[in-house]
């Protein structure tokens, strides 16, 4: 509402402008503007002046009200057109976002990993490995835990509860027996041409030289856009004998298509499938016994939601219905059991002690109702527990100090004009990259790195297990003549322009507020609001 509210003040403080300065716009443009509106058009969709009138008496205005609105919106348009008219291009602002986005730079990498080191590290001690847990103590706290209390119900708990009977399954097997018999299939590739003339010409045509995909080619098509995929005989139409007598490989027509006259290339032949009754029989038997323990828990829904809403414990729950009590140390870590459900996990997150329980659905049709008993703060491990943990972790660290310090030494070769090859390293060159590219095998922020580089300049970024050196060869500024840089300074522009036009006119419509002595009718607005109620 205030949203609204502030929309009408500022059109009646433009109407009131546009007033003081002497500013309207002529019948000529009123009669214009109403004449064009399709809402008052008659059949011959001309304006028609009796639904005029008729439907503005249905909206509660007179014609003068009306056209007095649209009098002071004209003025309000002509008003604000004169503001926001002069903005034009900023053509250093364009620039500048140009050259930010498309500079481009031309750089060459390496990765060093525990492969460049020479010789073995030494295998950490338990001294460094307690001194690492000591430095470390966050790698080693066990998330908090929450201990939670739950009553739950799957499927697949109901099982032994549903019968399927043979007949049922013989059914079903016969409803779906497209799913466990399909006959033989064909993959095929459709050329269509114009008419028959070209179809006998083209297929006549095919030599050693001359393949399908040329002539698929020659058509403007690339070979995939021919592709039918796996078929049987009886989608190919008129084709389907010919092409199922085909050998793989073969192409054969033409043959009349609702597309006109076709050659077809079959590549291979796919052999009837068949799952025998006695075969599908326990897949279909473990579906419908689902399907029907499924509904059975949607049935106890409503009397499990009445238990919790007249204040059943879980235990009460768990003994009155055929919901199963359960306990779980829960922490984000946990994966198991119940916990391997997302809502469940989503619900723990959530619980709170004495909270109100309510009934919740897994995703396989189960549900269940949880209760938070405690929480245990995050904890930190003792070292006895996570000793091999922390040597693995000390290892890691020590290994990507030595290729830090071997890293080091290399850059200062690099720096006194040495080259990637002369050091041994394997190096990748990329040329021309602006720095919204991403380069596989380097760590997020990469190219920022690169961008915030001078031409010469070497520096390093670490990777999980590894650094990488890079040296920056080359700046170059955006290339005005790509018609991609060209479709984005359009863009730049045009979003700069409206923005800057909306900001020059809200500062405007904000001033002429000001200065306006502004009267609202509370009465008037409670009038209105009560008529939303």
Partial sequence: PQAVLGQVVANRALDNEATEIGLSAGDVHVNDRIVRQPAFAGLDG????????????????????????????????????????????????????????????????????????????????????????????????????????????????????VTVTDEEIAQQYEQRIAEFVSGERRLVERLIYPDQTAAEAAIASLSDEVTFETLAEARGLRIEDTDLGDVAQNQLGAAGEGVFAAEPGDVVGPFQTNLGPALFRMNAVLQAQETTLEEASDGIRDQLADGRARRLIQGMGNDITDLVAGGATLEDIAERTELVMGQIDWSVEATDGIAAYESFRANAVGL????????????????????????????????????????????????????????????????????????????????????????????????????????????????????IIVRLDEVADYNADDATIEAEREAIAQRASVGLAQDIFATFSSQIQLRTDVNIREDALTYVHSQFR
């Fill in 46 to 161: 001309s304006f028609d002046p009796e639904g005029y009138a008729y439907a503005l008496r249905t909206q509660g205005q007179t014609v003068g009200q009306f056209e007095a609105t649209v009098r002071d919106e004209i003025a309000r348009n002509i008003l604000e057109a004169a503001v926001v008219g002069g903005t034009g291009e900023q053509p250093t602002y364009v620039d500048t976002l140009l050259s930010y986005i498309g500079e481009r730079r031309s750089f060459t990498w390496a990765t060093l990993t525990a492969d460049a080191l020479e010789g073995d590290l030494p295998a950490p001690t338990e001294d460094d490995a307690r001194a690492y847990f000591d430095a470390n103590p966050l790698e080693f706290t066990a998330p908090e835990s929450r201990q939670i209390s739950y009553a739950w119900v799957t499927p697949t708990m109901l099982i032994d509860q």
């Fill in 352 to 467: 709170t002690e004495n909270a109100f329980p309510e009934v919740v659905e897994l995703s396989d049709g189960g549900l269940f109702v949880a209760r938070l008993d405690g929480i245990t703060p995050p904890t930190l491990r003792p070292f006895d527990d996570v000793s091999e943990a922390a040597t693995q972790a000390r290892a890691a660290e020590a290994t990507q100090e030595a290729i830090a310090d071997q890293t080091a030494t290399l850059i200062t070769s690099l720096a006194t004009n040495g080259s990637f090859e002369d050091l041994g390293l394997d190096a990748t060159t990329e040329v021309n990259l602006i720095r919204r590219e991403f380069v596989a095998g380097t760590p997020p922020g990469f190219m920022e790195t690169v961008f915030g580089m001078s031409p010469g300049d070497v520096t390093t970024a670490e990777l999980p297990e590894g650094m």
